[in-house]
């Protein structure tokens, strides 16, 4: 019995549950499947996947490949990360007894140190000595942080010797990148002898978005085929718009141009499926994290009329950089929702190598169905998940608890496989 789950209610489930229920009954399928394709292309090292759950569509809209947040995850199910963990360091380093974490920039996030002290210790509990090497330039001490939680995270500044990094003396075999290199590879970590996961081509300074979603069409017009499935309901749609200057309007014509062939598309599925929704699109930085660089529209329109602060929001990204490149994406709504004031919630899933360890719901009371969660004021409910969300309750109604988990497992899989598709084509 799944425990530690928040109520929502999801409106439209009529078409979620056929989904649900093609996956129940097809589980076996499904699993041989997924089991045939981590033969072929070895899962990323760990990955968390937003999904969004329309009642009528459930589906991917964003995957990062250096997740934080693993301190939102249920405690309960912490031995699911261990033995996780320990597959994956086996696959990645069979000989490594230590792991050095590097971290991202901003760590004075005391919500981020939380998941980086979380990631430790499940390192830890595997059986490996794990420590966490920061690049911050200020930064030329251990620095022991003192955590809410009454946890301490200690950061060390990462130093190269040689073709190895180190903190202090530890210059263990594997290093984990926890920073998603958004502002650039670092000199320190160019060229080493040590294997480095994921690897430095994953950052968001050279992936894009675009090339991910390409691989996910893919493999959910496969994963479709092989269950019965129309692979819309299961994917974005998505177009990559090419160079674009917000701040002085170069591209805002080719962007409204895409805006609306894009509606189009949406509004003909929702005709289709006799769904009586306005489409929506949404407009992303073409890399990057944090939710920035990000917003919805319901009309070409809107992009030609944005104002000057409208256009310096989306022309501002991570770490300062300007967003010249923008994904198109088709917008799925979200009908979940927690508690009794109907807070908007969307499921977050997180998986390491190709096992789902758990996940939770971002939650934000003040945002509509139709709009990025991923924003301050949100907060996180913890999501737990059964035996890697992969034992669904058969017996039960397709609605259940362990059935819808079981879907959003399914989905999050499909993008972690194309994740690790696009890694190795990289």
């Known amino acids: 019995m799944i425990t530690g789950v928040p109520h929502l209610t999801t409106a439209l489930k009529g078409p979620l549950l056929q989904i649900e229920e093609l996956l129940l009954n097809n589980q076996s399928d499904v699993e041989a499947w997924f089991r045939e394709q981590w033969l072929l292309t070895s899962a990323p090292f760990y990955t968390s996947v937003d999904l969004r759950n329309s009642g009528f569509k459930l589906a991917p809209v964003d995957t990062n490949l250096f997740p934080a947040g693993f301190n939102n995850l249920d405690p309960a199910f912490m031995p699911l990360c261990i033995h996780a963990a320990q597959v994956a360091v086996e696959r990645a380093c069979p000989t490594a007894r230590k792991v050095l974490i590097v971290a991202e920039n901003h760590t004075r996030n005391l919500f981020y140190l939380e998941s980086l002290e979380t990631l430790r210790q499940i390192f830890e509990l595997a059986g490996l000595e794990a420590r966490i090497g920061s690049l911050r330039p200020d930064l030329e001490q251990p620095l022991n942080v003192e955590l809410p939680s009454g946890k301490s995270c200690l950061l060390e500044p990462l130093l190269r010797i040689g073709d190895r990094v180190a903190v202090g003396e530890f210059s263990p075999c594997l290093v984990l990148l926890n920073n998603d290199l958004s502002g650039g590879r ?241």
């Open 186 to 426: 670092p000199d320190i970590l160019e060229g080493l002898e040590q294997q480095i996961i994921p690897p430095l081509s994953a950052g968001w300074s050279t992936r894009k978005k675009s090339d991910h979603f390409t691989h996910y069409h893919d493999v959910a017009q496969e994963f479709a085929e092989k269950i019965g499935i129309d692979p819309w309901l299961l994917s974005p749609l998505s177009l990559q718009c090419g160079e674009i200057d917000f701040k002085d309007k170069n591209g805002s014509q080719c962007l409204a141009n895409n805006v609306d062939e894009m509606l189009t598309s949406i509004q003909q599925k929702y005709d289709e499926y006799g769904i009586d929704k306005e489409p929506f699109v949404v407009v992303k930085s073409d890399s990057g994290t944090y939710g920035m660089g990000i917003m919805t529209v319901k009309s070409a329109d809107e992009i030609s009329s944005l104002n000057r602060k409208q256009r310096t929001k989306m022309a501002s990204a991570k770490e300062g950089l300007v967003v010249d490149n923008v994904l198109v994406q088709e917008g799925v709504y979200t009908f979940e929702t927690i508690g009794e004031d109907s807070a908007v919630a969307e499921p977050v899933v997180y998986m390491i190598d190709h096992f789902v360890v758990g996940g939770f719901y971002r939650v934000h009371k003040n945002r509509g169905v139709d709009e990025n969660l991923n924003a301050p004021g949100m907060h996180f409910e913890p999501l737990a998940f059964a035996q890697p969300c992969n034992t669904p309750d058969k017996q039960d109604v397709p609605d259940a608890e362990p059935n819808r988990f079981y879907a959003y497992g399914v989905i999050a899989r499909l993008a972690l496989l194309a994740a690790a598709r696009e890694l190795h084509e990289k």
